[in-house]
Each structure stands twice: as structure tokens, then as C-alpha cells.
């Protein structure tokens, strides 16, 4: 299985900063890759899929870089329902493997 | 509005069974592949399994395979994660998912069923 590693684990920013987010996989998926918003009580979100592209209804804040084996994900001026955790996920290969998370807190 | 709406979580022992299902509304449901993901507590999430449109093709994780059935009923718009011979970590949350946008990127989640699996 392709193996997702994601840093840092724990991010503590403030609104208004901008922070970025790095996904790497073990071997090249190319640019099959998503990003996922998951909060508290509320269904988790798909924000980004093939790797930069913006799901319907994404804040333009939000962007996504990288193919191959390295990717990113940036939050620029960060409001404070950005703050949450974040998954990376690849879907290059089968089966679908995620990343281990990033939980984005107030500083 | 897309709604997914999981059922059928609980408490159930080790080797024992339990049905999920997923109901579903707001997009064509027979148009689309559906898939389930897990998260186990304070674990990252897992996908499980994932089913065409039909129901005539199913995929699953190596270690639900043979104990896993995914199935839906499209003319009830909805999904079931058939679970059998459970183990106790198969203990986590059950998401279903909306697989639209492209196969295996899950882009309408439900908000979840858990299942405990413990003596």
C-alpha cells in the first residue's frame, strides 16, 4: 500500500496568518491526491481532489500544490473555521490509503 | 443538499454480526459508486469498501475481506456494510461515502455510526 506521511502532526496558528500543510507519499501517485477538512459534529469535507483543484464551494483561501510523491496545502489568512484537522489521501493506487492527520489549533 | 445518514451502530460482542445502513438523498444515488470509511478512536481514517453502481462489482480492504459485504438497494437510495465474525479492532466510527467527483474521493460524507466491538 502506498504509505501517506504527513507533517507537522499539530499546527497552532492565529487568524489571519497563513499556514501549510505537507503530505508526502512513499512512491509517486502522481497528482491523485485529496484533502479533507474534518471538525467536531459536523460531516467531514472534501476540499481539494487532484491535487490543486478546488471542490465546489472551497474558500478561495484554501490551495493546493505538489505531484508526484510531495504535496501541500495551504490555508492563506486563516479564519477560525479553518481550525480543524486536515487529511491527506491518495487514490493513485488501490487501495485508498490517508494520511495520519494534521490538527490545525488557535494559537 | 446531499444527506448520507448512517444506522445500525452499537455495541455488539467479538464474533458476532451487525448491519449498517446508509441513507441516502439529495444526488441520483443509483448514478454513483459508494464507498464506507472507518476512523478507529484517535486513529486516522481507513477506507473499508466501495461498491459500483449496480452493486455487481465490490471492493474491500484486505482485513474485511470475507467477513465485510457491502451492498446497497438503489431503489431505496440506500447502502448497508453487512459486518460479520467482527473483531475488536473493527471497533471505530463507520462513515458512508459519495464517490462523484472520481473513484475513491469521498465527497459527501455522512456524520456516522459507531461500532464497539468488546465482550
Known amino acids: 500500500d502506498v504509505q501517506m506521511t504527513q507533517s507537522p502532526s499539530y499546527l497552532a496558528a492565529s487568524p489571519g496568518e497563513s499556514v501549510s500543510i505537507s503530505c508526502k507519499a512513499s512512491k509517486s501517485i502522481s497528482n491523485n491526491l485529496a484533502w479533507y477538512q474534518e471538525k467536531p459534529g459536523k460531516a467531514n469535507k472534501l476540499l481539494i481532489h487532484s491535487g490543486s483543484t478546488l471542490q465546489s464551494g472551497t474558500p478561495s483561501r484554501f490551495s493546493g500544490s505538489g505531484s508526484g510523491t510531495d504535496f501541500t496545502l495551504t490555508i492563506r489568512s486563516l479564519e477560525s473555521e479553518d481550525f480543524a484537522v486536515y487529511y491527506c489521501q491518495q487514490y493513485n493506487e488501490y487501495p485508498p490509503t490517508f494520511g495520519a492527520g494534521t490538527k490545525l489549533e488557535l494559537k | 443538499e446531499v444527506q448520507l445518514v448512517e444506522s445500525g451502530g452499537g455495541l455488539v460482542q467479538p464474533g458476532r454480526s451487525l448491519k449498517l445502513s446508509c441513507a441516502a438523498s439529495?444526488?441520483?444515488?443509483?448514478?454513483?459508486?459508494m464507498a464506507w470509511v472507518r476512523q478507529a478512536p484517535t486513529k486516522g481514517l481507513e477506507w473499508v469498501a466501495y461498491i459500483s453502481t449496480g452493486g455487481g462489482s465490490t471492493y474491500y480492504r484486505d482485513s474485511v475481506k470475507g467477513r465485510f459485504t457491502i451492498s446497497r438497494d438503489n431503489a431505496k437510495s440506500t447502502l448497508y456494510l453487512q459486518m460479520d465474525s467482527l473483531r475488536s479492532e473493527d471497533t471505530a466510527t463507520y462513515y458512508c461515502?459519495?464517490?462523484?467527483?472520481?473513484?475513491?474521493?469521498?465527497?459527501?460524507w455522512g456524520q456516522g455510526a459507531s461500532v464497539t466491538v468488546s465482550s
Open positions: 439529495g444526488f441520483t444515488f443509483s448514478n454513483y459508486y
Open positions: 461515502t459519495t464517490t462523484r467527483v472520481y473513484p475513491y474521493v469521498m465527497d459527501a
